[in-house]
């Protein structure tokens, strides 16, 4: 299968990540916004998400339709900031269930570790999206995806507001012949000497959450 790669080109995407890049954005329009290109995205993310036919009656008559197949997809948000994507994401596929994951990025070694974890014990058959404002390294999703793949899931889908190409590399040499999809707002430069994106938009996390200046 092998990891396709999907790079939004929308003006209203490009738009929106223009005003997080912004350092002068103030968290609540920042929170608006993670949610708002989530839900562009999700369009793009959930292209392949499976469908069964089900037979439906319209006032006039009775039709063929489609409706989300079982097992439900599962939406992980990997925390803290892809919680703040989850909500974009659900608005399109109510129907999804939800699991969690928490890592955090040492801030020396850029190596991820995984401090909570919530999802279902056996992904078999499932398909996944994993939410993550920001892909980096690579480290932090990488662990993700591995660990939804141990799982058993059968696909996964991340979706990322910002990638490098270093963060690109690190998910293809994990991803073999499993079946990967990568759904970006943009690809930016690169990295600087502290692993964080340029030019990127800062922490994700602080700017959703904290207490970024
Ligand atoms: C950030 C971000 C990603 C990770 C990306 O999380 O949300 O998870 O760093 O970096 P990587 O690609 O080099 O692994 P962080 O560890 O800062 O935690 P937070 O979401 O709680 O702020
Ligand atoms: N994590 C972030 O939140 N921002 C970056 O630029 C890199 C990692």
Not at 7 to 29: C, E, G, N, Q
Not at 124 to 150: E, N, V, W
């Amino acid at each position: 299968m092998g990891m396709r790669v999907h790079i939004a080109d929308h003006p209203l995407i490009t738009h929106k990540l223009s005003v997080l890049r912004d350092k002068a954005t103030p968290s609540p329009v920042f929170r608006q916004l993670t949610e708002e290109l989530m839900t562009l995205l999700a369009y793009e993310a959930t292209r392949n998400v499976r469908v069964v036919e089900c037979e439906i009656e319209t006032p006039v008559t009775t039709t063929t339709g489609v409706k989300i197949a079982d097992p439900k997809p599962l939406v992980v948000p990997i925390l803290r900031a892809g919680l703040g994507m989850l909500e974009g994401m659900t608005k399109l596929l109510p129907t999804a269930e939800v699991g969690f994951l928490g890592l955090v990025r040492d801030e020396q070694t850029f190596k991820p570790t995984t401090y909570a974890e919530r999802l279902p014990d056996n992904l078999a058959g499932r398909q996944c999206f994993a939410l993550d404002p920001m892909l980096a390294t690579g480290g932090s999703l990488a662990a993700a995806i591995k660990y939804l793949f141990d799982r058993g899931a059968e696909e996964v889908t991340a979706v990322c507001l910002l990638g490098t190409p270093e963060g690109l590399r690190a998910i293809e040499g994990l991803v073999g012949d499993r079946d990967v999809t990568l759904v970006l707002g943009a690809v930016d430069a690169g990295l600087n000497e502290k692993g964080y994106i340029v030019p990127g938009l800062g922490d994700a996390g602080d700017r959703l959450y904290g207490t970024a200046e």
